[in-house]
């Protein structure tokens, strides 16, 4: 089967860093991607991981390490915009269907 | 960039009809749409892929007979919920991918179902 574990909820202040984790047990694996998704609304993509490595782009970086069945996405210079959910998902077939986490409250404060 | 749109964005419905939901890609072609399902709170659950021309796989535990994918064009995905029933409320999104990025989803706005 497939698993995917990531925090329920972190909190943080507007300036900070900070790092959502995520652990996966999956079947097959092509790739890891983050979405971020507001209150109501539907998913918007952030970044995907095939290579270990880290993906950076703008305040948003993201990190696979595949031996390991990890990855994390850092938010850097957190602004008040950023409270959102955040999911990770891998990409387990080459059918390009992806396996969704629980998904990660992050809320920050002034 | 891609955008997919969904129509309804919202719909309340009586228990026993149908309800059918559009997904669009509108300023590319799909050659693979996705249909999930969210309740409040929780992650997005995969019911299907569909291609474009052939039957959707659906995953296991979602009724194919009850959630009726249509894939009928490379911009067009549609799912029928029938005979709704108050449990089938929900928050239902397509995403699709294209031939160029392929790596990426995009994800439509979403249909909130309500049957009463």
């Known amino acids: 089967g497939q698993s995917l574990e990531q925090p329920s909820e972190v909190t943080a202040v507007e300036g900070a860093i900070v790092q959502i984790n995520c652990t996966y047990q999956t079947s097959g694996f092509y790739g890891l991607s983050w979405y971020q998704q507001h209150d109501g609304g539907a998913p918007t993509f952030l970044s995907y991981?095939?290579?270990?490595g880290l993906e950076e782009t703008g305040r948003f970086s993201s990190f696979l390490s595949r031996s390991d069945s990890y990855g994390y996405l850092l938010l850097q210079e957190l602004q008040m915009k950023d409270s959102a959910s955040y999911f990770c998902?891998?990409?387990?077939?080459?059918?390009?269907?992806?396996?969704f986490g629980d998904g990660t409250t992050l809320t920050v404060k002034p | 960039g891609a955008v997919v749109s969904q129509h309804p964005s919202w719909v309340i419905c009586k228990s026993g009809t149908s309800v059918k939901i559009e997904c669009r890609s509108l300023d590319f072609q799909a050659t693979t749409m996705f249909w999930y399902r969210q309740f409040p709170k929780q992650s997005l659950m995969l019911m299907a892929t569909s291609n474009e021309g052939s039957k959707a796989t659906y995953e296991q535990g979602v009724e194919k007979d009850k959630f009726l994918i249509n894939h009928a064009s490379l911009t067009l995905s549609t799912l029928t919920v029938t005979s709704a029933h108050p449990e089938d409320s929900s928050f239902y999104i397509c995403?699709?991918?294209?031939?160029?990025?392929?790596?990426?989803?995009?994800f439509g706005p979403g249909t909130r179902l309500t049957v009463l």
């Open positions: 995403s699709a991918k294209g031939l160029e990025n392929y790596n990426e989803q995009f």
């Open positions: 991981n095939a290579l270990d």
């Open positions: 998902a891998v990409e387990n077939t080459n059918a390009g269907k992806s396996t």
